[in-house]
């Protein structure tokens, strides 16, 4: 049998110089007071349906910034911090509005108050716009407020069967990353109002917390619903997860069809009845991703060409890091995922997505506490012993990809993750909590909203360059055009548009595994 080593040996250095990456960051729009704002989307930021770096996520009040693919961690940093430079001066010009540096929401207004993002006219920017509003119908708006940080990443050479295999082996060791990057043991309690919940009170400051918790958001606070808990996606092969996909996204869901596409009035309030509107509804801790083309559906994209790269969803923004993520965390992130596609990863089996599940909702909300114990084929092992078992095996990953260029980025990054699980109080969830009981009477709002004013400052603070400001306003500016042309060409009505968009028959077909071998 091959080795994890043995494989390492057998990559390139071609091949490892060729991995890529980008970032998607969203973050909330703050006011001075630490609530929501409710103003629209910038003006000077652009089109949020066409702008290549910045749109909005769920909310108009939630922006997400995005960098081009990159070759290396720095250059995609720098990057990243040049789009939230200008982010933050259209702000500042704005009004007193700031980048909320918290995954978990800031003081958020009702329920039915939280805008939806709206993108204009055009079918295309009318459906994002329905689709938001049947989200907030499923699963309340606030849980949409939750804002978190995309790595996609690839390599050339991996194949469908390898990128499948890289997934598997990652939502079995997720528990790590959450344990290491987690950043959201605490929440404002307007977040849970009326919703169940286990969440302990922290003084009299309307802060809710997990003692030891790692990640609310990736917890049962997070994305969740009954529909999607019916749900056992397989990811033991492209086939297997489509036809996973296509049957949620074709199933009729009794309380979504009670209703209806739109309401009384006449207005559209959800895409579909169907279990999932569309594939980005699909909850998931990582998705095999593929490039689309324009009013492609992305089963279809996969079906027909295969996996491009992987997407992994489950990184907080980090409060003490300016952009919401440091080199270092991304460094061991590239080794994980190395580790995760070279290591052996057997099939999935329903009784193992379970034990995932368990898992992941255990480490989120008491991912630090003592002795904790996840589940590993049915057995009970601690969390602290398989998390070291896996950073074990990640030292020649990391002298490889040093090896590279010299460095030693990548052993450093890892030799700090054992570390920081070696002494649980510096890791960034427990930082969170000792700040908030230091500086701000335990505080959540308190804490993130001193956090957020002092990050507005320091990126206002970098040197800015009349040519960088020319560049982003010339993108803000050809954004509206190509909003407006999308807009002037449109002749379909909506509701044939929306048919046809949500129809099976845009979904692609099941393949042979030899054509599935052709395109791989």
């Known amino acids: 049998m091959t080795s994890l080593q043995q494989r390492l040996d057998a990559l390139t250095a071609e091949r490892l110089r060729g991995m890529r990456r980008g970032l998607e960051k969203e973050s909330l729009r703050a006011q001075a007071d630490g609530k929501l704002a409710l103003t629209p989307h910038p003006a000077a930021l ?7 770096h910045i749109t ?8 997400e910034l995005i960098t081009g693919v990159h070759g290396s961690v720095d250059a995609m940093l720098a990057e990243l911090t040049e789009i939230h430079q200008y982010t933050v001066r259209a702000l500042r010009a704005q009004g007193d509005e700031m980048l909320w540096v918290s995954s978990m929401p800031c003081g958020l207004p009702t329920d039915e108050t939280i805008p939806l993002g709206r993108y204009g006219s055009s079918n295309v920017g009318r459906a994002k ?4 509003m049947g989200l907030g119908h499923r699963y309340g708006r606030r849980m949409q407020t939750i804002s978190g940080i995309h790595y996609n990443w690839s390599m050339p050479g991996i194949d469908n069967e390898g990128y499948f295999s890289l997934i598997r082996n990652f939502r079995r060791h997720a528990f790590l990353l959450l344990t290491l990057f ?7 309690s307007s977040f849970v109002e009326g919703r169940q919940h286990e969440l302990q009170p922290l003084g009299a400051t309307g802060t809710l917390h997990m003692p030891h918790g790692t990640s609310l958001r990736m917890g049962r606070l997070g994305y969740q619903s009954e529909a999607q808990a019916t749900l056992a996606v397989s990811y033991n092969g492209l086939e297997g997860y489509a036809a996973s996909l296509h049957d949620a996204l074709t199933r009729p869901w009794p309380a979504y069809e009670a209703l209806g596409i739109r309401n009384p009035g006449g207005e559209y309030i959800q895409l579909a009845t169907t279990l999932l509107q569309i594939e980005n509804e699909f909850y998931s801790n990582i998705r095999p991703k593929r490039v689309i083309f324009p009013g492609e559906r992305p089963l279809h994209a996969l079906r027909e060409r295969g996996v491009e790269y992987i997407e992994v969803r489950l990184l907080d923004l980090n409060p003490f890091e300016p952009i919401g993520i440091g080199a270092s965390a991304l460094h061991f992130i590239d080794v994980f995922l190395l580790h995760c596609l070279l290591a052996d990863s057997p099939p999935d089996t ?11 909702h255990h480490t989120a909300a008491r991912g630090r506490e003592p002795g904790l114990k996840l589940l590993r084929h049915g057995d009970s092992v601690s969390l602290m012993d398989w998390a070291l078992e896996v950073i074990d095996q990640l030292g020649p990953i990391a002298d490889r990809l040093d090896a590279l260029d010299g460095g030693e980025v990548h052993a450093k990054a890892v030799a700090d993750a054992r570390a920081a699980l070696l002494s649980p109080d510096t890791l960034p969830s ?17 804490f993130v909203r001193e956090r957020s004013q002092q990050v507005h400052q320091h990126l206002l603070g970098l040197h800015w360059g009349a040519k960088q400001q020319a560049r982003f306003e010339a993108m803000a500016e050809r954004s509206v055009a190509d ?12 509701e ?18 030899a054509e599935a071998a052709v395109t791989a």
Do not use: W
């Not at 987690?182 to 404002?188: D, K, M, T």
């Open 350 to 360: 329903p009784e193992e997505i379970r034990e995932m599940a368990h898992n992941q």
């Open 182 to 188: 987690g950043a959201s043991p605490a929440v404002c």
């Open 430 to 446: 427990a930082r969170v909590l000792q700040a908030m009981g230091a500086q701000h009477g335990n505080s959540f709002v308190g």
């Open 56 to 63: 909005t996520d769920y909310s108009e009040s939630q922006l």
């Open 129 to 132: 716009s329905v689709y938001r």
């Open 483 to 494: 909003q407006k042309a999308i807009e002037a060409a449109d002749t379909m009505p909506f």
């Open 46 to 52: 652009g089109s949020a349906l066409t702008h290549p």
């Open 496 to 513: 044939l548009y929306r048919q046809e968009y949500t129809s099976p028959t845009r979904l692609g077909q099941p393949r042979s595994a």
